[in-house]
């Protein structure tokens, strides 16, 4: 009975695998959705709305599978190496856009079929609530009269954090390294440090820094987007702070082996677009504090070519491109 | 008074009753399984939680997460796979007492004693969470360093044999979580250019190698080593724990804080404390020789000490939404998911859901008692079973927890190499315990050390600066320094009369 039900199961793999045919009635057994971050962090939390929404839509069970390690390197080349069939989609973050330059893989974005672009969140400015500068400007300035002095943390050495800050200061033409970086795992350290005396800098996401801004504990000068977060509407943003137009934000979307048959990219691309506008979706991410967007395949790949050369030329500012 | 009467009235739902029995047995077979961790269990649970009312979601989770604490002692103390790390620590005195035949005994402290050390991490959460929070909170890498090092003097204080010995096992630990990519420079080392060594070498597989591992190449390897039969095991687990709690009524207590204390730094977790607490059970015991030969001392306080790290990791997280550990972490998602948005006002704003939750803390400790009986009752059949079968059946629990780690054969591997290390390294007299205890605390050890540089300027003195961190660093260098003041001293008073 067990040997049948594995033949059973790996003929339909050979099916699947070779038949055009079977786009058609896509999807006809589980979808494995790989996650390259840690279970129980905000990429895995984000994955698991997504994966029990689609395998409502799509009646199909959709298994999220946490492979971490490697500051993300793991999980994304698990799903770059998947077969193009739709039974191995995976969620890519912005570190892909990252860890070429630093000589980690080869990956790029040009290796996965982009899906759909669901969540970014736009960097922020805190510091402790005590600090003695009011604005943006005041900070910026208090870093140029005295370059080496504010430590930042939030995120390991050449995270997305620390190239936040990092292209902030090189589009002021203040030196990069005028703000050392601590390196952290993750913003929650980082943010701690800040209260604690140990940091001046955490430009994190605003969501993560929520509850120590909520508890007095910690400030948000200015946010790195077009328009302020919706959890503090009076938040200026850094261009109405500074004049500084730099953008930074940490993203997540769907993507797929490179090759995808377009009929199932479309039916990925439907089913993708029906959750990022369905009310758990919403709920979920708002209360959250995380940020919906959407972008379809064409939007998407043209995000990540420009956040692709943005970054490489901070990373080579910084120096940690190679 | 309102409030906590309609806290009681939303636990004592039957639904939410019905939540806490399943979420229960779902966390002691997560806890008993090798591989699989109290973190993970919360983990899956929250897309479930995703369609629940706020009081049942976080049912969910404090009852899971207690119950898998308890129950990763179940496999360490019968078979030696330490279920959870928490667990790493006590694992071969519990395999001592079970291959002495008192199963029972360790098994029933293992449970009365988690119970214990949650209450009491409770009433801590219940009564000073607000001011222990602060405190928390003011720990920098500078103090969080001179942690580490007192973590990392617990390999002396808990070999048996040479301490010397026990040095050089935690050195091996110390290199293993040298490799990969996840250091302060974020520089890959010794990866041989392998995408699977940049991750580095998880604990939880090398873990099992280290001990399940070792000990099914050792019973295949020597035949004369025995399980104790179930005819052995018998007589009640909670028998003579009553007695267990007035004579270690010290060590309870003293467990209890320091593991509730512990919890509460936002950097160190249940399986710190549960390290913590054996070396200092062991370091003022009036029978240290006794330890490491199944003797239940440092059971009872190690015991209570990861259970009530559990409840204290609550207490920053409650707070301030700072994760006290990597199980907290996920349950602050939850939190604002509910639209309970942690803060020091959590208590004023959601006084029914933060007692409730209160209550179900006290609930679940208590539940764990029949559970835990009951678990250990079914658990315990596991030494009728021939020793030619368990061994096999073993080994296949072990390759399916390794692989159940991170879905790749890379933990497999893992696995067994350090299978393979932990048979060389008994088999020659080495304690293998240190060697976990290298690899939790060497990232730790690093990444504080490091940051700490940086945020100093390369000032070394910064690291007495900060009055904790003063405090903390004079500790560990007395430590350091007594054994070998006490040493020249003695020898100094051999040499006069000759």
Known sequence: MRRRSLFVAAASLVLAGSLPAAAQDYPTRPITLIVPWAAGGGTDAVARIIGSLLEKDLGQPVNVVNRTGGNGVVGHQAIASGSPDGYTIGIATVELNMMHWQGLTNLTYKDYTPIALMNADPAGLQVRADAPYKTAKDLLAAIKANPGKFKASGTGQGGIWHLAIAGLLKDQGIDPAAVPWVPSNGAAPGLQDLVAGGVEIVPCSIPEARSLIDAGKVKSLAIMADKPPALYPNLPTLEQATGSKWKTAAWRGIVAPKGLPQPIVDKLVAAMEKINKSAEYKEFMSSRGLGIEWGGPKEFTAFMEKADADFGAVMKAVGIAK | ?498
């Open chain 2, 1 to 498: 008074m309102d409030a906590l009467l309609a806290a009681f009235a939303t636990v004592f739902d039957p639904y939410v009753l019905l939540i806490i029995c399943l979420s229960s047995a779902y966390g002691l077979f997560v806890g008993a399984m090798p591989g699989l961790t109290a973190t993970m269990a919360t983990a899956l649970l929250v897309p479930i939680t995703f369609f629940m009312p706020p009081v049942p979601a976080l049912a969910a989770i404090v009852t899971a997460t207690a119950m898998a604490i308890f129950a990763g002692d179940i496999p360490g103390c019968l078979l030696r796979i330490p279920g959870t790390p928490a667990s790493a620590a006590y694992v071969d005195e519990a395999y001592a007492l079970t291959r002495k035949g008192k199963a029972e005994q360790a098994l029933g402290a293992g449970v009365v004693f988690s119970a214990i050390g949650g209450i009491f991490g409770t009433i801590v959460l219940v009564t000073a969470a607000p001011a222990l929070a602060e405190i928390a909170l003011q720990f920098s890498s500078f103090e969080y360093f001179w942690l580490v090092c007192l973590g990392l003097t617990c390999a002396v204080f808990i070999t048996t044999e040479s301490p010397l010995k026990g040095i050089i096992t935690l050195f091996i630990g110390l290199f293993v979580a040298t490799i990969g990519l996840d250091n302060p420079a974020g520089q890959p080392r010794f990866t041989f250019g392998s995408a699977d060594l940049l991750s580095g070498v998880d604990v939880i597989p090398a873990m099992i190698g280290l001990f399940a591992i070792a000990e099914v190449l050792r019973v295949v390897a020597a035949a004369e080593v025995r399980l104790p039969s179930a005819a052995e095991v018998k007589g009640s687990i909670f028998r003579g724990q009553w007695e267990l709690a007035k004579k270690y009524r010290v060590q309870v207590l003293r467990g209890s804080a320091s593991g509730t204390l512990i919890g509460a730094l936002p950097g160190a977790g249940a399986d710190i404390a549960a390290w913590i607490a054996y070396a200092m059970s062991k370091r003022f015991s009036k029978e240290p020789q006794k330890f490491g030969t199944g003797h239940i001392e440092g059971i009872v306080e190690s015991g209570a000490a990861n259970n009530a790290a559990v409840s204290g990791a609550w207490i920053p997280a409650l707070v301030f939404g700072i994760p006290g550990d990597s199980i907290t972490a996920i349950v602050i998602g939850v939190l604002y998911l509910k639209g309970l948005n942690p803060g020091p006002t959590i208590f004023i704003n959601n006084p029914e859901s933060i007692y409730a939750v209160f209550i179900l803390f006290f609930l679940s400790n208590i539940i764990m008692l029949p559970f835990g009986w009951l678990a250990i009752k079914s658990a315990k059949q596991i030494l009728r079973v021939p020793r030619n079968i368990l061994m096999p059946l073993i080994l296949m629990f072990c390759i399916v927890g390794a692989f159940a780690m991170n879905n790749s054969l890379y933990g497999v591997t893992v696995m067994l190499v350090f299978g393979l290390l932990g048979f060389f390294l008994e088999e020659n007299g080495f304690p293998i315990a240190p060697v976990i205890l290298g690899m939790i605390l060497g990232p730790m050890l690093e990444q504080n050390f490091i940051t700490s540089l940086i945020k100093s300027d390369g000032d070394m003195l910064a690291f007495f600066e900060r009055p904790i961190a003063a405090g903390l660093g004079i500790v560990t260098l007395l430590v350091w320094a007594t054994p070998i003041v006490l040493a020249l001293l003695r020898r100094r008073r051999r040499m006069s009369p000759a």
